[in-house]
């Protein structure tokens, strides 16, 4: 009995099977202490008597196990480790061990040997990050999750549209959403539109690294850049919400999980509705939204709501749009993506020619421009005399439209034709011109012909071709040799793009090889 150590779940046992044997209680009172059945409780009792407290060791106590790593072998790795193979990651070390040494063993238990002789890995790896539970924000309005979920809600009635779905962090609740044909702009201006007109203003949002929510810029522009670059942050900085954004999928877990639920639920939703077209799922929406709010919903901590309510001198319509700037021409007009506009004199101003203005793209399709504090309300421009030349008239005959080439990707050029007698008589047809198209093609050709019997070369001249271009080329090589200049300070001395440069030096490369 001299060295027995006994451990804590022994010890009990000997003090409960000593019970058994005065009497103090029978086995089958016993076995439900032990955490045997009744049958293994005499067997350790039967054990006890014959063998004492020994008799409740596990008789694999002190053997060696038959899989065990032979000692040399544990010391063949760690001298290795040490010396021969010296600063390679565990990893790498098995499989060199494997190949090289022919000690067949798994990474877990090199990685083991070595941690027991104090040899980590030179590869450290990151730590994984802690996560826990977040909070939810107080009150209903102080933040509201954002995202949208591009997704085959008309399975096949219809195409893939796409989800903005807000989630208010503290209730779990929709306050409102839309279904879009693509993830944009517009559709999250009317997404916090239709919020503030049935809430009111929150205060913070938290959405993802999207295009719409932040700038695709490099480093440096966004540090000479300031305040905020996109038609989102601005309209966020004008009604004084807080843009926050979440560096991964999980940290806006809540609208994330929403999406999940409407793909399940709204989509049965639209299915059993019937509906086909964009009108028809937002309609469906919005009676599903006060199905999904009560069933999912939760009560706030306070019940006080933190939306603000919209200041009534602000126009929401004039914040929540597209807008750029834009300078006045000397005719009164503002271009806008191919637009024109004519702008109008006014009481305070007679012309605007010269100004800086900004043009207002409304979310319900008009074009406003604002200069300083004035709302203009401009028309579209006439067409100049150039743009009316272009278009040439048929004349009184009927015309015949031809035929359209599905091969010609050039852009049209369009001709007024008048329309026979008849229920569109006095209207006009716009149709391509192919004579006029091929009148061009052919001095085209023609020009290139006589440039070939002439000798001249046809685009711009190779970048070889420049007037002293191969002195100072020669110069630059010279440099590049000695270290003085680097090849992309080189490319900008010879004024040529860092790809022409390159391309250069490897014919350079080759030739002096062959």
Same mark, same amino acid.
């Given at each position: 009995?001299?060295?027995?150590?006994?451990?804590?779940?022994?010890?009990?046992?000997?003090?409960?099977?000593?019970?058994?044997?005065?009497?103090?209680?029978?086995?089958?009172?016993?076995?439900?202490?032990?955490?045997?059945?009744?049958?293994?409780?005499?067997?350790?009792?039967?054990?006890?008597?014959?063998?004492?407290?020994?008799?409740?060791?596990?008789?694999?106590?002190?053997?060696?196990?038959?899989?065990?790593?032979?000692?040399?072998?544990?010391?063949?790795?760690?001298?290795?480790?040490?010396?021969?193979?010296?600063?390679?990651?565990?990893?790498?070390?098995?499989?060199?061990?494997?190949?090289?040494?022919?000690?067949?063993?798994?990474?877990?238990?090199?990685?083991?040997?070595?941690?027991?002789?104090?040899?980590?890995?030179?590869?450290?790896?990151?730590? @994984?990050?802690?996560?826990?539970?977040?909070?939810?924000?107080?009150?209903?309005?102080?933040?509201?999750?954002?995202?949208?979920?591009?997704?085959?809600?008309?399975?096949?009635?219809?195409?893939?549209?796409?989800?903005?779905?807000?989630?208010?962090?503290?209730?779990?609740? *929709?306050?409102?959403?839309?279904?879009?044909?693509?993830?944009?702009?517009?559709?999250?201006?009317?997404?916090?539109?239709?919020?503030?007109?049935?809430?009111? *203003?929150?205060?913070?949002?938290?959405?993802?690294?999207?295009?719409?929510?932040?700038?695709?810029?490099?480093?440096?522009?966004?540090?000479?850049?300031?305040?905020?670059?996109?038609?989102?942050?601005?309209?966020?900085?004008?009604?004084?919400?807080?843009?926050?954004?979440?560096?991964?999928?999980?940290?806006?877990?809540?609208?994330?999980?929403?999406?999940?639920?409407?793909?399940?639920?709204?989509?049965?939703?639209?299915?059993?509705?019937?509906?086909?077209?964009?009108?028809?799922?937002?309609?469906?929406?919005?009676?599903?939204?006060?199905?999904?709010?009560?069933?999912?919903?939760?009560?706030?901590?306070?019940?006080?709501?933190?939306?603000?309510?919209?200041? @009534?001198?602000?126009?929401?319509?004039?914040?929540?749009?597209?807008?750029?700037?834009?300078?006045?021409?000397?005719?009164?007009?503002?271009?806008?993506?191919?637009?024109?506009?004519?702008?109008?004199?006014?009481?305070?101003?007679?012309?605007?020619?010269?100004?800086?203005?900004?043009?207002?793209?409304?979310?319900?399709?008009?074009?406003?421009?604002?200069?300083?504090?004035?709302?203009?309300? @401009?028309?579209?421009?006439?067409?100049?005399?150039?743009?009316?030349?272009?278009?040439?008239?048929?004349?009184?005959?009927?015309?015949?439209?031809?035929?359209?080439?599905?091969?010609?990707?050039?852009?049209?050029?369009?001709?007024?034709?008048?329309?026979?007698?008849?229920?569109?008589?006095?209207?006009?047809?716009?149709?391509?011109?192919?004579?006029?198209?091929?009148?061009?093609?052919?001095?085209?050709?023609?020009?290139?012909?006589?440039?070939?019997?002439?000798?001249?070369?046809?685009?711009?001249?190779?970048?070889?071709?420049?007037?002293?271009?191969?002195?100072?080329?020669?110069?630059?090589?010279?440099?590049?040799?000695?270290?003085?200049?680097?090849?992309?300070?080189?490319?900008?001395?010879?004024?040529?793009?860092?790809?022409?440069?390159?391309?250069?030096?490897?014919?350079?490369?080759?030739?002096?090889?062959?």
């Amino acid at each position: 009995m001299e060295g027995l150590t006994l451990s804590t779940k022994e010890q009990s046992r000997l003090q409960i099977l000593n019970g058994v044997l005065e009497r103090y209680w029978s086995m089958k009172e016993a076995v439900p202490l032990l955490g045997v059945s009744e049958r293994q409780g005499w067997r350790l009792l039967a054990a006890y008597r014959r063998e004492g407290a020994r008799g409740l060791v596990h008789k694999n106590r002190g053997r060696v196990p038959p899989n065990a790593t032979p000692e040399t072998i544990r010391q063949q790795v760690v001298a290795l480790a040490q010396e021969r193979y010296n600063g390679i990651n565990h990893t790498h070390l098995t499989e060199l061990l494997a190949e090289r040494e022919g000690v067949m063993l798994s990474r877990p238990t090199v990685r083991r040997l070595l941690t027991r002789a104090g040899l980590s890995s030179p590869r450290q790896r990151r730590l @994984p990050r802690h996560r826990c539970r977040r909070q939810r924000m107080p009150q209903e309005g102080m933040l509201l999750q954002m995202d949208g979920s591009h997704h085959l809600w008309l399975e096949d009635r219809g195409p893939w549209l796409t989800l903005l779905l807000a989630v208010d962090d503290a209730t779990g609740t *929709v306050p409102y959403a839309l279904i879009q044909e693509q993830e944009d702009t517009r559709g999250y201006l009317s997404l916090l539109q239709g919020i503030i007109e049935r809430q009111g *203003v929150p205060m913070a949002v938290y959405t993802d690294g999207h295009a719409v929510f932040q700038p695709r810029h490099s480093p440096s522009d966004s540090v000479a850049q300031k305040g905020p670059s996109t038609q989102w942050g601005r309209a966020l900085t004008e009604l004084g919400v807080t843009q926050i954004w979440a560096h991964s999928p999980e940290a806006k877990g809540r609208v994330e999980r929403a999406n999940g639920t409407f793909q399940d639920r709204l989509v049965a939703e639209l299915r059993l509705a019937g509906a086909c077209t964009l009108a028809q799922a937002n309609q469906v929406l919005a009676d599903f939204l006060l199905r999904f709010n009560q069933r999912f919903g939760v009560p706030a901590d306070q019940l006080e709501s933190a939306y603000r309510p919209v200041d @009534p001198e602000m126009d929401l319509s004039s914040v929540l749009c597209i807008k750029e700037l834009r300078r006045v021409a000397k005719d009164n007009t503002v271009r806008y993506h191919g637009r024109t506009l004519q702008l109008y004199p006014s009481t305070e101003r007679p012309s605007y020619a010269g100004a800086r203005v900004e043009v207002q793209e409304r979310l319900d399709g008009r074009l406003l421009v604002r200069h300083r504090d004035q709302i203009l309300t @401009p028309h579209e421009a006439p067409a100049l005399a150039s743009q009316l030349r272009a278009r040439v008239p048929i004349g009184p005959a009927v015309a015949t439209l031809p035929d359209p080439d599905p091969t010609d990707w050039e852009p049209k050029e369009h001709v007024r034709a008048p329309v026979p007698p008849g229920p569109l008589a006095g209207e006009t047809i716009w149709y391509e011109d192919p004579a006029r198209k091929q009148v061009h093609r052919d001095l085209v050709v023609a020009g290139m012909e006589r440039a070939r019997q002439q000798g001249k070369r046809i685009g711009r001249p190779r970048v070889s071709e420049r007037p002293e271009f191969e002195q100072l080329y020669t110069k630059v090589l010279q440099l590049l040799g000695s270290g003085g200049l680097s090849r992309r300070q080189a490319a900008r001395e010879l004024g040529i793009g860092y790809a022409t440069l390159k391309r250069l030096l490897d014919s350079n490369e080759k030739e002096l090889m062959a």
